[in-house]
């Protein structure tokens, strides 16, 4: 712009494009080999170094949005990544929305997202959420994209503005509860579709549909066992309401999605437990719920509300506080590596475990994850 056969003329030179301080990101790298980047700057930066063709701070860029991504901001992102053919950067977000699918879907970032982007997230096969989730989410684009173009908020607008991207919602592989609480009242589908999907759940001759009548394959969890054995002593192993605990870290990010609990070793018994994840002390996700155990050495998963990301090389703390018959299995020979598929989990012992629970040996058999 400023030098050989294609500078321009101008004294002033207009760059309507780019912001200032992305502009000045860029400038700065450029003179003094230094990178401010910030949240709210990023992408912007991103766009200037990749019109200027600055490799570098482009890939600064990268990895500064790889480690902020995360539910709320992977459609987003993703959206963005698309546009700046940053194949790694994609792949990132997909893994964070396959695993965190309802967070993503439910975030205010999906409904900033380019019609493009809905298509692929919409027709995705690994959304590890409920095909109610996703209508719900569509409907909220849908409602965004009407004031975006300046369009009164109506069902015929809201059909108007998602235009085949309607017919990529597996409506049919909804409960048939779940469809006539939430997509028959929604009043985005005719009466025509309405009546005939009903059908379709009730009837012996089931009419022809236009829309996805196979359920999203999700997400297959993958389970990390830290014991080669398990064992059983009449008076070895007892709950007492007190808390077994275990640290864990894991070479690459994962999402926690539940731990897999011994049982009773006396017989069928019903557990209350409270499980709880926590990170530098401060919990991330818990959940109070209850299971029964059949008396076999079997584990039994407990699983948190949503996945809970996990970032690598540093250490978390899984704990259950498990209340109901008193004699338990435990587990023997502990780990302290695990390699599951390509994640590797470390395993210390935890302060807060009161119940003699540790690495060698005791309960919280398997850490539930996507990967």
């Not at 494009?17 to 230094?34: H, N, Q, R």
């Not at 959304?127 to 409602?143: H, Y």
């Not at 009903?198 to 014991?227: D, I, M, S, V």
Request: with cysteine.
């Amino acid at each position: 712009m400023f030098y050989g056969d294609l500078a321009e003329v101008k004294s002033e030179i207009h760059i309507p494009d780019v912001e200032p301080t992305a502009f000045l990101i860029l400038l700065k790298y450029m003179y003094s080999d230094e990178i401010d980047l910030e949240a709210d700057t990023v992408l912007a930066t991103l766009y200037a170094a990749k019109k200027y063709i600055v490799p570098a701070l482009a890939k600064a860029c990268v990895n500064f949005l790889e480690t902020s991504l995360e539910a709320k901001n992977a459609c987003v992102l993703l959206s963005q990544s698309r546009l700046f053919e940053e194949p790694e950067l994609t792949q990132r977000c997909w893994e964070v929305i396959d695993a965190q699918a309802e967070m993503a879907l439910r975030s205010e970032g999906f409904c900033e997202i380019d019609w493009q982007t809905l298509e692929i997230i919409v027709t995705r096969e690994a959304l590890n959420t409920k095909e109610a989730v996703v209508f719900e989410a569509v409907l909220s684009w849908a409602e965004a994209e009407c004031k975006r173009q300046g369009l009164p908020v109506t069902p015929r607008n809201k059909r108007h503005v998602l235009g085949p991207a309607l017919y990529l919602v597996r409506i049919p592989t909804m409960t048939l509860e779940e469809f006539a609480n939430g997509a028959a009242q929604s009043d985005i589908l005719t009466l025509e579709e309405t009546h005939n999907i009903f059908l379709w759940y009730t009837a012996a001759n089931k009419p022809l549909l236009e829309f996805p009548l196979t359920k999203r394959k999700g997400l297959a969890p993958q389970t990390c066992h830290r014991f080669q054995s398990s064992a059983y002593r009449s008076n070895q192993w007892r709950y007492r309401g007190r808390c077994d605990s275990i640290q864990f870290a894991v070479d690459r990010r994962v999402f926690i999605a539940g731990l897999g609990l011994y049982g009773s070793s006396s017989g069928r018994a019903e557990y209350s437990v409270k499980i709880e994840l926590k990170r530098l002390g401060v919990v991330l996700a818990q959940n109070l719920t209850t299971f029964v155990s059949d008396g076999s050495s079997s584990t039994f998963s407990v699983w948190f509300e949503h996945p809970v990301q996990v970032e690598q090389d540093t250490f978390y703390t899984a704990s259950a506080v498990l209340d109901g018959s008193e004699l338990s299995y435990f587990g023997q020979e502990g780990m302290t590596e695990v390699q599951c598929g390509k994640v590797t989990f470390q395993f210390q012992c935890s302060s807060d475990s009161t119940n003699g629970t540790g690495v060698q040996g005791g309960q919280i058999p398997e850490l539930i994850f996507y990967a």
